[in-house]
């Protein structure tokens, strides 16, 4: 069974604070993502990674920036909380079949809430 | 813009029924498409892929229209069970490899 894994599920900052979120999948995918999920507002892609040190925007990259030094292993990090990033956040990965992207695994989320 | 849309619902539907719900995307260079489910405060998870010729995976049926660009699920004798929000995935061809969408999911209640 494929395993993603992410460093904590429930975290309570201040704003101004630097936080960081780790992922960690063992299915040796090359690709992981970044999301944030609000209510109404569905699945927004912060940032995904195809390779190790590869890293491209997605919908939402404000305020956030991401590292990925080896391949198992994906962190988001949000330079100086605010409070509008209080959020549910996914880390995903799937493989790629030639040009396809395959079907996506997730981890069980970090509830972040910044104060 | 590539646009993946659901029907948010919610669908209020007793045990036994059949539900189906839709999805409409507005690329036609639509690569796969995938079903997820989501249960409340949990991950995403993988129901199952929607192959061209259509396939089952028990009580669930998943169609892909290229022609008129959308995919369904249809879930027959409906549980308790299966209220959850399910979302629709769509990927995209060419280009980088974040061309991914999901849906807003599409909102299900089964009731006793």
């Known amino acids: 069974d494929v395993k993603v894994t992410q460093s904590s599920r429930y975290l309570v900052k201040r704003t101004g604070e630097k936080v960081f979120l780790e992922c960690v999948q063992d299915?040796?995918?090359?690709?992981m993502f970044w999301y944030r999920q609000d209510p109404g507002l569905g699945l927004r892609l912060i940032y995904f990674?195809?390779?190790?040190?590869?890293?491209e925007k997605g919908d939402i990259p404000e305020g956030y920036s991401v590292s990925r030094e080896k391949k198992e292993r994906f962190s988001l990090i949000l330079e100086s909380a605010s409070t509008n990033q209080t959020s549910m956040y996914l880390c995903a990965s799937s493989s790629i079949q030639g040009v396809k992207l395959r079907e996506q695994y997730f981890g069980p989320g970090t509830r972040l809430t910044v104060t | 813009r590539k646009e993946v849309e659901q029907d948010p619902g919610p669908f209020n539907v007793p045990e036994g029924a059949t539900v189906a719900f839709n999805c409409t995307y507005s690329?036609?260079?639509?690569?796969?498409f995938f079903w997820y489910r989501q249960d409340c405060r949990k991950e995403p998870k993988l129901l199952m892929s929607v192959y061209s010729s259509g396939n089952e995976d028990g009580r669930f049926t998943a169609q892909l229209n290229r022609a008129s660009q959308y995919i369904s699920l249809l879930i027959r004798d409906s549980k308790l069970s299966d209220s959850a929000t399910y979302l629709c995935?769509?990927?995209?061809?060419?280009?980088?490899?974040?061309?991914?969408?999901f849906g807003k999911g599409t909102k299900l209640s089964v009731k006793p």
């Open positions: 990674s195809y390779d190790v040190k590869m890293k």
């Open positions: 299915m040796d995918h090359e690709n």
């Open positions: 690329n036609s260079a639509s690569q796969s």
């Open positions: 995935v769509v990927t995209f061809y060419g280009g980088s490899q974040g061309n991914l969408i």
